[in-house]
């Protein structure tokens, strides 16, 4: 999940002020971690202490609450009662990443993602991003070509993975729904060579950059198996000191290299 953390933190200081190329700096004075990050590194606590997601959401969310959470998910992580939203946007997408590095069968990892979606976005295509990206993830960690993730993701979920990102990238906008932005972030990861090849590409859609490298971060990091140290230092160096030991406890007990 290191790859959707770094594709957060690199994407976050574009999500007001997009750009449309892959020409920057990785790291700025400004890059930090986001919701992403923070919900994303719940859901892998959740499933290293075998505890229910909702309960490891609110916990984190609460403990961070200026993280950039959108107002919907706000409202629900400070409410007293818990019932989800019917969201369609990605931010389902955005966090699931864990599900697909640690559990072993497709049917688990729909399953898992589900659950993890639908405590807020309950929306069919809440769940379908959701499932969507922990597959990818999943058939890039078990070693499937891109050609077969491509073709297994497009023929369950419908979304068009054909197009090319010089097609999407001019007339691409800000879009936080999972339909108009999970697809975006697979192609960008189709396109790319390595992680963080696969991160400049999903930033240089414009949009909703943090969220849209962090799905493709994530993707990418299972499918190339390897981030440069730099890389890792860098990312390591902007997050709070208590979400290391739990990045690293789930890498060791899911066996996730980097």
């Not at 969220?211 to 230092?233: F, H, P, R, W």
Request: proline share 5%; aromatic share 10%; with cysteine.
């Amino acid at each position: 999940m290191l790859g959707a953390i770094a594709g957060d933190i690199i994407g976050s200081v574009y999500e007001a002020r997009p750009i449309k190329t892959t020409d920057f700096p990785l790291f700025q004075s400004k890059s930090r971690f986001t919701d992403d990050t923070v919900l994303t590194v719940a859901i892998a606590d959740a499933i290293v202490k075998n505890n229910d997601y909702q309960s490891a959401l609110k916990t984190y969310g609460q403990t961070y609450p200026d993280a950039g959470f959108g107002m919907l998910f706000f409202n629900w992580l400070f409410s007293p009662g818990s019932e989800p939203y019917n969201s369609f946007g990605n931010g389902s997408a955005m966090r699931v990443s864990p599900v697909g590095f640690a559990f072993d069968t497709v049917e688990e990892v729909l399953a898992e993602a589900e659950k993890s979606a639908s405590i807020t976005h309950n929306h069919p295509e809440g769940v379908a991003g959701a499932q969507a990206v922990a597959l990818a993830v999943f058939l890039a960690r078990e070693g499937s070509e891109k050609a077969d993730i491509r073709n297994e993701i497009s023929n369950r979920f419908g979304y068009n993975l054909e197009r090319r990102l010089d097609e999407i990238r001019p007339g691409y906008s800000f879009d936080v729904t999972c339909r108009g932005s999970v697809p975006e972030a697979l192609i960008a990861f189709l396109e790319s060579d390595d992680v963080e090849d696969a991160i400049r590409k999903a930033v240089s859609l414009g949009g909703d950059s943090d969220t849209l490298a962090c799905i493709t971060g994530g993707i990418a990091q299972a499918y190339y198996k390897k981030m440069s140290e730099d890389l890792v230092n860098k990312v390591y160096a902007r997050l709070p000191e208590t979400f290391v030991p739990v990045i690293e406890n789930f890498n060791q007990r899911f066996n996730v290299p980097l």
